[in-house]
């Protein structure tokens, strides 16, 4: 047996997770594992994005979420529990939680998911795969 081993950088794992994603989401309906690459995805290019100066789309979300709270009155969310919030069905999909049982509608948490990661990819790279603009055409 002989392997051939490969190299990759971590933007093309991150588009070719995306692309899959994309692929589950569009044309197999496989949402919970379009979440999971997605999210795996939307990490990776989130974090590209803010090293090279950008803000990751999480976080975005997420103050947006603090500032409406602050704006409700009431109990206001943090910008951690609101990454929390963001997070907990991909989160959940990835770590074992004794039995613990989520209900969430799948095509919509893949679809935001799908959402981030596409806004980060095309933030940090400016280029929309035939996939992406696919995606965004159902917008």
Do not use: C
């Not at 309906?29 to 100066?53: F, N, P, Q």
């Not at 990751?56 to 709270?69: D, T, Y």
């Not at 990454?83 to 999909?93: F, K, M, P, S, T």
């Not at 919509?108 to 035939?130: C, D, F, G, K, Q």
């Amino acid at each position: 047996m002989s392997s051939s081993a490969e190299s990759f950088t971590q933007l093309q794992a991150a588009q070719a997770q995306l692309e899959r994603a994309l692929a589950l989401y569009l044309d197999e309906r496989d949402y919970l594992s379009a979440i999971t690459l997605a999210g795996a995805a939307d990490e990776v290019l989130g974090k590209m994005l803010e090293a090279a100066g950008g803000k990751h789309r999480l976080h975005q979300e997420a103050s947006a979420m603090h500032v409406v709270s602050l704006s409700l009155g009431g109990d206001v969310v943090s910008k951690k529990e609101a990454i929390e919030a963001l997070n907990q069905v991909r989160d959940w999909l990835k770590h074992y939680k004794d039995g613990a049982i989520l209900s969430f509608d799948a095509r919509l948490a893949a679809r935001e998911m799908l959402e981030r990661a596409v806004a980060n990819l095309i933030a940090l790279t400016n280029n929309a795969s035939p996939l992406v603009r696919r995606f965004d055409e159902q917008r």
